[in-house]
Structures are given as C-alpha cells and as structure tokens.
C-alpha cells in the first residue's frame, strides 16, 4: 500500500474511533449503563448487516 495512503488511512481511523469514544463517554454521562449501550452497539451493527444485505440484494436484482 502506498505510504501516503496508508497514512490517510490511519488519521480517518483516528478520527473515528474518538469519535465513538466521544459518544460512548456522552451517552454514559446521560444516563446509560455499560450493558444498555453494547446493546445499542449491537443493535446498530445487526441494523447495519440487513441493511448491507438488502442492498445486495437489490444491486442482484438489478443486474449490477
């Protein structure tokens, strides 16, 4: 992989990874537990697979 693109890679991944830290630190500071925010963790990446699966298989549908 080239350096340059290697080194872009690493800042987006930065980026969001505080980013979900942030937002782990504020849900905690508005109340929520450490097992109701895994299931909203886990609640969230199960949306996102029928959502990445429905798109699959509308691109199938369509010939593409």
Same mark, same amino acid.
């Given at each position: 992989?080239? %350096? ?21 630190? &504020?849900?905690?500071? &508005?109340?929520?537990? %450490? ?9 969230? &990446? ?19």
């Amino acid at each position: 992989m080239d %350096p340059v693109m290697l080194a872009s890679l690493s800042v987006w991944v930065k980026f969001f990874s505080d980013m979900a830290i942030d937002l782990w630190i &504020e849900k905690q500071q &508005e109340g929520y537990t %450490p097992d109701q925010l895994k299931m909203m963790v886990a609640s969230e &990446e199960s949306r996102k697979k029928t959502l990445d699966a429905a798109w699959e298989e509308m691109k199938a549908n369509a010939g593409l």
